[in-house]
T-cell receptor, first 116, second 113 residues
């Protein structure tokens, strides 16, 4: 079975500062995908970044980057130059690479507040 | 603007009512999903349709009945719901049923009286 753990239920950061959200996971799969989704108060789940386990290079997407440590099963999200619009619930998610109808295994989420 | 459209955005119904939630996407995706989400919790997968066929049913009570009339449309028929079914219901789609990112709609906020 796959499990995803987000150990920080709530975090806050000053506008323009950098914040790191942690995520660890457990799996016996060798090939898989990891995702970070954000869910602002508007409710829509928005894909922030995606990492393929077989790629050693950390994924980046503008101000968002990940620190993927496969051996440690760690997948943290760094948000640089935080903006007020980054205020949201952030979910880390795992997905197996094989099979069809694949499902997400979500962490419990981290509520991030950006303070003006 | 979201590319996955869900209607209605809010729904209040009694325990004896019958209603339906609708989800539509025009991205050519062939996999569609229903999730249930309680406040401050992650989404829980309910159903997966892959190429218009039900591929995953996560032991959801029969008072929830999914339907996929075509590759762009996904419905969730509701009947005799319980107060604990009050939640946000999210629809998502992905290009295929494989390891693809899922695109989510804004959800339907459902309240059962």
């Amino acid at each position: 079975a796959q499990t995803v753990t987000q150990s920080q239920p709530e975090m806050s950061v000053q506008e323009a500062e950098t914040v790191t959200l942690s995520c660890t996971y457990d799996t016996s799969e060798n090939n898989y995908y990891l995702f970070w989704y954000k869910q602002p108060p508007s409710r829509q789940m928005i894909l922030v970044i995606r990492q393929e386990a077989y790629k050693q290079q950390n994924a980046t997407e503008n101000r968002f980057s990940v620190n993927f440590q496969k051996a440690a099963k760690s997948f943290s999200l760094k948000i640089s130059d935080s903006q007020l619009g980054d205020t949201a619930m952030y979910f880390c998610a795992f997905m197996k690479a094989r099979g069809t109808g694949n499902q997400f295994y979500f962490g419990t989420g981290t509520s991030l507040t950006v303070i003006p | 603007d979201t590319e996955v459209t869900q209607t209605p955005k809010h729904l209040v119904m009694g325990m004896t009512n019958k209603k339906s939630l609708k989800c539509e996407q025009h991205m050519g995706h062939r996999a569609m999903y229903w999730y249930k989400q309680k406040a401050k919790k992650p989404p829980e997968l309910m159903f997966v349709y892959s190429y218009e066929k039900l591929s995953i049913n996560e032991s959801v009570p029969s008072r929830f009945s999914p339907e996929c009339p075509n590759s762009s449309l996904l419905n969730l028929h509701l009947h005799a719901l319980q107060p604990e079914d009050s939640a946000l219901y999210l629809c998502a789609s992905s290009l295929t049923g494989g390891a693809q990112p899922q695109h989510f709609g804004d959800g339907t906020r459902l309240s059962i009286l």
